[in-house]
């Protein structure tokens, strides 16, 4: 599989086009960002955790029976996944209020959602990713209704397989969020599962072990990544 000429840059990942026209290769940076890319910094190490740490957790999924555009690793810091056509929706799934949800509806923090809350979000940075719903995604043709139906179904599914497998290693799956994409006439999960794209506590202690550390100015953020996936049985390089 040879790589070529870079498709996209985002604010942790590049993605490369290779010479198979159904597979993309993603390099996962060290680059560490937050509010829509005003903070940013470069943290040795995490761009292969996070790398290794999707695959975990992508080939869990899979065994799931939830059809995913990853492949296979590369390297410690690329992967290679099938080229999906990228729904612009962001499908957010929490089990405990936090963040965005605690501010816009004056919630308590910390309050264990039951049953879990639901969001789809506009993947758009200049516009900060408006929550949107159903409607507005069919109404502006980003998905059709069996699709919108799809991922639901699908996130939902991703949060009961994660959430045993986080507790079992002492962790709570506090939120995430999913992207979608179409290939060859089926919708698989895209982008990545990392403690970039989810909050994960300390189930006894509720420390945070994600990308709220490098929000919050807390420190130890590989160092709390590198503890998930260790915790997880996961095996990095040195």
Partial sequence: MQKSDELYRGKA??????????????????????????????????GMINNLFNAF???KLADAGIPTHFEKVLSN???LVKKLEMIPIECVVRNIATGGIVKRLGVQDGLELDPPTF???LKNDELHDPMVNDYHIQSFNWATAEEVATMKEL?????????KLFLDAGLLLVDYKLEFGRFK???YLGDEFSPDGC?????KTREKLDKDR????????????????????MTLPK
């Fill in 77 to 79: 810091e690329e992967s």
């Fill in 199 to 203: 909050r994960l506590w300390d189930a």
């Fill in 214 to 233: 490098f929000r919050q100015g807390l420190g130890g953020v590989v160092e709390a990544y590198e503890e998930v996936a260790l915790r997880l049985g």
């Fill in 155 to 163: 996130t939902f599914k991703v949060n009961h397989v994660l959430k």
């Fill in 13 to 46: 990942k590049t993605v490369y086009q290779t010479d198979d026209p159904d597979k993309l290769i993603l390099h996962f940076r060290n680059d560490t960002s937050a509010f829509d890319g005003k903070k940013i910094e470069q943290l040795d190490r995490k």
């Fill in 119 to 121: 969001e789809f979000f």
């Fill in 185 to 187: 006439g089926g919708l």
């Fill in 57 to 59: 957790i992508m080939g």
